[in-house]
């Protein structure tokens, strides 16, 4: 592995001149120059910072030895040691005898910035090795193998925690993913997805039930802070809680067309659960895997004839009120006589009878191939 590359010798020259105030050389593991407050010597070859590597010591050359080497001029070479080797020389211009006091401190310097860089990147690479291993669980397999759970406890995913499947998406997914990161607990996992953020989130099971309130009351609590501190939009889907690793497969599926029909049937809403959705869920998933059965064409036929939508409200809230005309009535504010007339309507203009069950219930599948198309 290459711990230093142009980049970093750079950001090493950056800091250690603020430190001091004299010229910091970076030198590459060949001797090279590969980063300098003098971008003149950038690319030459130090043949002091040669000697550095060949040695593993310091070295210093003074004003009157400068000219007997190549590239070179007065000051200190040091060498850069990460893991115990050698991997860069840092090099001090100056007259040894004003700057040696600062070497030990410029080349502390230059290390503790190698080994911070060192841990961030092998931080990103865990990072990008547990969003591999939980696409892995969203995809869903047979078999998981002896060599994923053992990554998977390397990376502290432990993976007998319930966790439902929650899918965040906005127009600024980036800003968002990093606001919500810090409300994440330690057991949270997530995939930044290119048109949204998934989240398997720890849940609360009590007696074995997942206590869904309290994960929608938090998925509250997150909206209103982005939606008033951060003046960001963005909406919630919330898949259910099955046990086991194939029950995240199976949460993440129905977050995505929870998602997906909520957009179309309620627009207007923020957070969506599959658990409210489970008719248009199946018929999103049905007609995604081929099997899109017609139910008629009921309200075709309808809205051909219901120029104002008062019909189709009826039905609408003839259902949610669950067939209770005194409720539907109240809702629409009209009298029980009205109500019954659209439902003979609605009956006549489509050959069903909202007042029987099995009737009303093609009638509302057709409003929901309708509205999903």
Do not use: C
């Given at each position: 592995?290459?711990?230093?590359?142009?980049e970093?010798?750079?950001?090493?020259?950056?800091?250690t001149?603020?430190?001091?105030?004299?010229?910091?050389?970076?030198?590459?593991?060949k001797?090279?120059?590969?980063?300098?407050g003098?971008e003149?010597?950038?690319?030459?070859?130090?043949?002091?910072?040669?000697?550095?590597i060949?040695?593993?010591?310091?070295?210093?050359?003074?004003?009157?030895?400068?000219d007997?080497?190549?590239?070179?001029?007065?000051g200190?070479?040091?060498?850069?040691?990460?893991?115990?080797?050698?991997?860069?020389?840092?090099?001090?211009?100056?007259?040894?005898?004003?700057?040696?006091?600062?070497?030990?401190?410029?080349?502390?310097?230059?290390?503790?910035?190698?080994?911070?860089?060192?841990?961030?990147?092998?931080?990103?690479?865990?990072?990008?090795?547990?969003?591999e291993?939980?696409?892995?669980?969203?995809?869903?397999?047979?078999?998981?193998?002896s060599?994923?759970?053992?990554?998977?406890?390397?990376?502290?995913?432990?993976?007998?925690?319930?966790?439902?499947?929650?899918?965040?998406?906005?127009?600024?997914?980036?800003?968002?993913?990093?606001?919500?990161?810090?409300?994440?607990s330690?057991?949270d996992?997530?995939?930044?997805?290119?048109?949204?953020?998934?989240?398997?989130?720890?849940?609360?099971?009590?007696?074995?039930?997942?206590?869904?309130?309290?994960?929608?009351?938090?998925?509250?609590?997150?909206?209103?802070?982005?939606?008033?501190?951060e003046?960001?939009?963005?909406?919630?889907?919330?898949?259910?809680?099955?046990?086991?690793?194939?029950?995240?497969?199976?949460?993440?599926?129905?977050?995505?067309?929870?998602?997906?029909?909520g957009?179309?049937?309620?627009?207007?809403?923020?957070?969506?659960?599959?658990?409210?959705?489970?008719?248009?869920?199946?018929?999103?998933?049905?007609?995604?895997?081929?099997?899109?059965?017609?139910?008629?064409?009921?309200?075709?036929?309808?809205?051909?004839?219901?120029?104002?939508?008062?019909?189709?409200?009826?039905?609408?809230?003839y259902?949610?009120?669950?067939?209770?005309?005194?409720?539907?009535?109240?809702?629409?504010?009209?009298?029980?006589?009205?109500?019954?007339?659209?439902?003979?309507?609605?009956?006549?203009?489509?050959?069903?009878?909202?007042?029987k069950?099995?009737?009303?219930?093609?009638?509302?599948?057709?409003?929901?191939?309708?509205?999903l198309?």
């Amino acid at each position: 592995m290459k711990y230093l590359n142009k980049e970093l010798a750079q950001e090493i020259v950056n800091r250690t001149m603020t430190i001091i105030n004299w010229n910091i050389n970076v030198m590459n593991e060949k001797g090279v120059i590969i980063a300098s407050g003098d971008e003149d010597r950038v690319d030459s070859i130090h043949e002091g910072a040669v000697k550095v590597i060949e040695t593993q010591t310091g070295f210093e050359i003074g004003v009157t030895e400068a000219d007997k080497f190549h590239g070179v001029k007065a000051g200190i070479n040091l060498p850069i040691t990460f893991h115990e080797k050698v991997v860069g020389v840092i090099g001090i211009t100056g007259a040894p005898e004003e700057i040696r006091n600062y070497g030990e401190l410029v080349k502390m310097a230059a290390e503790m910035i190698i080994q911070q860089a060192f841990l961030m990147e092998e931080m990103q690479w865990d990072e990008r090795l547990k969003e591999e291993l939980v696409t892995m669980l969203l995809n869903g397999q047979e078999d998981f193998d002896s060599l994923y759970f053992d990554r998977a406890r390397r990376l502290g995913m432990d993976l007998t925690i319930p966790r439902t499947v929650i899918i965040m998406a906005a127009d600024d997914n980036a800003k968002v993913f990093k606001t919500i990161r810090a409300k994440l607990s330690k057991d949270d996992l997530y995939v930044v997805h290119q048109h949204y953020i998934i989240l398997l989130k720890r849940i609360v099971l009590k007696n074995g039930v997942w206590n869904q309130a309290a994960t929608r009351a938090e998925l509250e609590r997150w909206l209103s802070y982005l939606e008033k501190q951060e003046e960001l939009a963005v909406k919630f889907s919330l898949g259910t809680y099955y046990s086991g690793l194939e029950g995240i497969r199976i949460s993440y599926q129905e977050a995505v067309h929870s998602l997906k029909v909520g957009k179309k049937l309620d627009p207007d809403k923020n957070i969506y659960s599959s658990e409210d959705r489970k008719l248009p869920i199946f018929l999103s998933q049905a007609k995604e895997q081929g099997l899109d059965v017609k139910f008629g064409t009921y309200i075709e036929r309808l809205k051909q004839q219901d120029k104002k939508g008062e019909l189709l409200e009826t039905l609408l809230m003839y259902v949610e009120e669950n067939g209770d005309v005194n409720k539907v009535a109240a809702r629409l504010f009209i009298h029980r006589n009205t109500l019954r007339y659209r439902l003979e309507r609605i009956n006549e203009l489509t050959g069903k009878d909202p007042r029987k069950i099995k009737e009303l219930v093609e009638l509302y599948l057709s409003v929901l191939q309708n509205q999903l198309s």
